[in-house]
């Protein structure tokens, strides 16, 4: 029996379980780290909510806040200060996501592509040149990024890339289509992820860097959204872009490599959004309670509420350790697939779930753009579906518990 017990135990630790990972686990933030939730919480409270339900009706993108953010080193958290970043770690970086997402998801969502997705990547993997020319500038907020993978038969399926990029000996020659584009038209740099040899499959595709303004580059229609809606969402049109070749990002045939590795990071940047939309919800929730009265009394005192908002907030704090575990992964060095993936499965459930709780406290209140919970309600859907829907993350999580 005990023999038994033993391979049960060490199958356990062996396929879901690396308990090194729990050996530093510390839950005491740092005076840095509490002085960054601090500065992105106060940015988001007095800068970003006076206007949020206007950018929001308006669809207006957030211009010049998103420059004050870049002024004050959130526009490239983690990269070192030799590019023009803040040389932060990747707690900080969710730290600062939740508070700003409390408030204006349409805003952090341009935050953490150009973060987690341009920034990073660039510096993992980009030349001493490319930083120079294209990281700098971004890192400190004086331009703004994109990435661009999905199109409009290749969104989970990130191999089916029909975006082509043919060599033509000294540059590439870039056609075709790409949707859904984070930051479509306000940035200046542009991450492409394109097929350059067909038959090669995933190992025939690359990434390159594109600029606003090359020619046959347009930027199309802008959508119409449900949620996020002051962030710019726009259709990139490529026809026979001219891009050197000094663009490429990493050797020949990296290019679906870059895209996954740059998206699990990315994963765990979403994941720190939907956290902070459904404790937003949260702090509405709580205070509304305390100041709406039924049958006689404030509502929170009525155990139905009660019971709702303990439920909120246990869910809540689950997600926030599963974000920070991700975090922490990241920071140590430790492989972060599986915890960002779950991070951002569990994260994005709990927002679409508790907005609605809130919404539901709020009671009609809450069915009107004045009490802000209907925004959180609407932003929250799209966690669960961009940078890797919550069925790509189950297969990711199940292919890393069920692998020899």
């Not at 490529?238 to 020949?252: H, L, S, T, Y």
């Not at 509304?288 to 246990?314: C, N, P, W």
């Not at 009671?363 to 802000?372: L, N």
């Amino acid at each position: 029996m005990y023999e038994n017990l033993n391979k049960i135990s060490k199958f356990v630790i062996d396929n879901f379980v690396n308990i090194s990972n729990y050996n530093d686990m510390n839950f005491e933030l740092t005076e840095e780290q509490l002085a960054v939730k601090e500065a992105a919480r106060d940015f988001a409270q007095n800068v970003l909510k006076p206007g949020v339900i206007e950018r929001d009706n308006l669809q207006k993108f957030p211009a010049e806040e998103i420059k004050q953010l870049g002024e004050l080193g959130f526009m490239g958290m983690m990269v070192s200060p030799e590019y023009g970043g803040s040389g932060m770690d990747t707690i900080s970086y969710v730290l600062a996501m939740e508070e700003i997402s409390k408030i204006d998801a349409s805003t952090s969502v341009c935050m953490s592509v150009n973060n987690s997705l341009v920034c990073w990547g660039l510096e993992k993997y980009g030349t001493e040149e490319q930083k120079q020319k294209y990281l700098i500038p971004l890192a400190k907020g004086e331009k703004i990024g994109a990435f661009c993978l999905s199109e409009p038969e290749a969104g989970s399926d990130a191999t089916s890339q029909r975006t082509t990029a043919i060599d033509m000996g000294d540059h590439y020659l870039l056609n075709g289509t790409k949707n859904w584009i984070t930051n479509g038209s306000s940035a200046s740099t542009y991450l492409v992820i394109a097929q350059t040899n067909v038959e090669a499959g995933h190992k025939g595709i690359n990434a390159f860097i594109i600029e606003r303004g090359m020619e046959g580059f347009i930027v199309g229609a802008k959508e119409d959204k449900m949620g996020i809606r002051g962030s710019d969402t726009h259709t990139l049109l490529f026809n026979d872009v001219k891009v050197p070749k000094e663009n490429r990002i990493g050797e020949d045939g990296f290019g679906f490599n870059f895209a996954m590795k740059v998206l699990s990071g990315g994963r765990i940047g979403i994941a720190a959004q939907a956290l902070g939309i459904a404790a937003g919800g949260l702090e509405l929730a709580l205070a509304y309670s305390k100041v709406r009265s039924a049958f006689g009394k404030e509502i929170f005192k009525h155990q139905a509420i009660a019971f709702k908002l303990a439920d909120m907030a246990t869910e809540i704090d689950a997600a926030r350790l599963m974000v920070h575990r991700a975090a922490a992964d990241k920071d140590a060095g430790r492989n972060y697939d599986q915890s960002g993936a779950m991070a951002k499965l569990y994260a994005s459930k709990v927002a679409m779930e508790q907005t609605v709780e809130a919404v539901q406290i709020h009671g009609g209140y809450g069915f009107v753009k004045e009490y802000h919970v209907e925004r959180l309600m609407r932003d929250a859907k799209i966690t669960q579906i961009y940078e890797g829907t919550s069925e790509v993350q189950k297969i990711v999580i199940s292919r890393n518990i069920l692998k020899d």
